[in-house]
């Protein structure tokens, strides 16, 4: 099983349907009617009665965009000046007709506000669902494009078939385990995805050499973290792993001699990105469980013993100790 990690898109703003606009119909008149009743209480304090009127337009135009905001004032303008207008016929209250008049008035402001609103709301919907298409689309790419680099990779080194997406899977893991969440999550992902897509600028004949690499060809292997890095520069939806694949060869120790140096560039402990040394351990982890045509591959219990004796040295203690709890739960599958 492949592990692929996108980050969950929000899902699209849904229109609401003709039950939930009838419920919001009944509960703006419903408010609309407790406007109506202040209008009899207090006939002179048709001030603060508009404002109640206005709520719920308000409420409306923002759940049900500009449909809702139009038919809620429709409904608050029309209880408010039957309410008005009650108290001049039934109430008989003095004065009350001009305020049935400018009543009108207040019904075109109330039109007005729950018109702009709405069409407000409508356009802050419209406009985050073509983001959220937009952004699907560039997820989209980014894992052609991801895929196309991976298939190259692959074609060009024969030994990189399946060594990838083992790495990015259990990578991916340990960054759970070691609190890596949303995008520092998904940019770990793809850069343990490609971390080796720099060998596509190291010739054939080092990658496919039947054999231990002679000096001149372990520098030329050894370029492949800063030609990865310089391409993932260039494409900017995956920009962001670049410093992980820059320096997924680095030692924790920042040692620069031996068998194993870090490179290129020497640096060591936290000044080495997370993502780097979690692609290190589990990188190095699959290379010494794949047979090789110069040596065959470790047992599972010795590659483990071997990152225990470099815990602190060429790798982070915390990223090896992720990794082993990982492998006691779920076996390593090569």
Not at 115 to 132: D, F, H, P, T, Y
Not at 167 to 192: F, K
Not at 202 to 223: F, I, W, Y
Not at 304 to 314: N, T
Request: aromatic fraction near 6%; glycine fraction near 12%.
């Amino acid at each position: 099983e492949e592990t692929v990690l996108i980050l969950p898109e929000p899902a699209p703003r849904t229109r609401k349907g003709g039950r939930d606009l009838l419920l919001g119909t009944w509960m703006v008149l419903a408010a609309a009617a407790v406007g109506l009743v202040l209008v009899w209480l207090l006939p002179r304090g048709n001030e603060w009665t508009t404002l109640v009127y206005l709520l719920p337009i308000l409420w409306a135009a923002l759940h049900y965009g500009l449909r809702g905001g139009i038919l809620a004032a429709s409904g608050s303008g029309i209880c408010h000046l039957l309410g008005l207008a009650g108290l001049v016929v039934l109430a008989g209250v003095p004065g009350i007709g001009r305020e049935v008049w400018s009543g009108r008035a207040d019904l075109l402001i109330l039109s007005l506000a729950g018109a702009l609103v709405g069409w407000s709301r409508q356009r802050e919907v419209r406009l985050r669902e073509e983001l959220i298409e937009s952004n699907r689309l560039l997820r989209r790419d980014l894992v052609r494009v991801s895929d196309a680099l991976i298939q190259a990779v692959e074609a060009k080194d024969a030994y990189t078939g399946g060594h990838l997406r083992r790495v990015s899977e259990y990578a991916v893991e340990v960054g759970q385990r070691l609190g890596l969440r949303g995008r520092d999550l998904e940019t770990l992902h793809y850069a343990s995805l490609l971390h080796d897509v720099g060998k596509l600028g190291v010739p054939e004949s080092v990658l496919r050499k039947e054999g231990p690499l002679d000096d001149h060809e372990t520098g030329l292997m050894r370029q492949h973290p800063e030609i990865g890095a310089r391409m993932l520069e260039r494409l900017e939806l995956l920009r962001g792993a670049a410093p992980l694949v820059l320096h997924h060869q680095e030692r924790f120790d920042g040692e620069l001699d031996g068998q194993h140096p870090g490179y290129p560039g020497g640096i060591a402990g936290e000044q080495i990105p997370l993502g780097a040394r979690i692609i290190a351990v589990v990188d190095a982890f699959d290379a010494m469980t794949t047979t090789r045509p110069y040596r065959e591959a470790l047992p599972l219990e010795e590659a483990a013993s071997v990152l225990r004796r470099e815990r602190g040295r060429q790798f982070d203690p915390r990223v090896v100790d992720a990794f082993l709890d990982s492998l006691a739960e779920r076996p390593w599958r090569n």
